[in-house]
């Protein structure tokens, strides 16, 4: 009886100190401040007159913008995410 009751007492201090382990590398990982860890300055994005945005999609770093032009033609406008700059242009065309 004496070395169930070693065993139970073993168990739960392992128990106690395993939550308490888990509990801290929780706490670890916590950001300490309540800033972004990535932050760029505000710019302007330029989209040609009266261009609608159709849709948009965000990547881990990129943001694409699929833009409706007047005269119905369609473009892809590529943002990085981490700056805030253009990256580029993709001209879409229909397949003749």
């Known amino acids: 009886m004496r070395a169930l009751k070693a065993l ?5 201090i392992i128990i106690v100190g395993g939550f308490a382990v888990l509990v801290a590398a929780i706490i670890g990982r916590v ?6 860890p990535h932050s760029f300055s505000v710019n ?3 989209i040609p007159r009266e261009a ?14 699929d833009l409706l032009l ?3 033609r369609r473009q892809l406008l590529i943002i990085d995410l981490s700056t805030g700059a ?5 001209e ?3 397949a003749p």
């Open 8 to 12: 139970v007492a073993v168990m739960g």
């Open 86 to 90: 253009r990256v580029g242009i993709v």
């Open 92 to 94: 879409l065309h229909p």
């Open 31 to 36: 950001p300490r401040s309540g800033n972004p």
């Open 44 to 46: 302007a994005i330029d």
């Open 70 to 72: 007047p005269d119905n």
């Open 52 to 65: 609608r945005i159709e849709t948009m999609t965000a990547g881990s770093d990129r943001l694409v913008l």
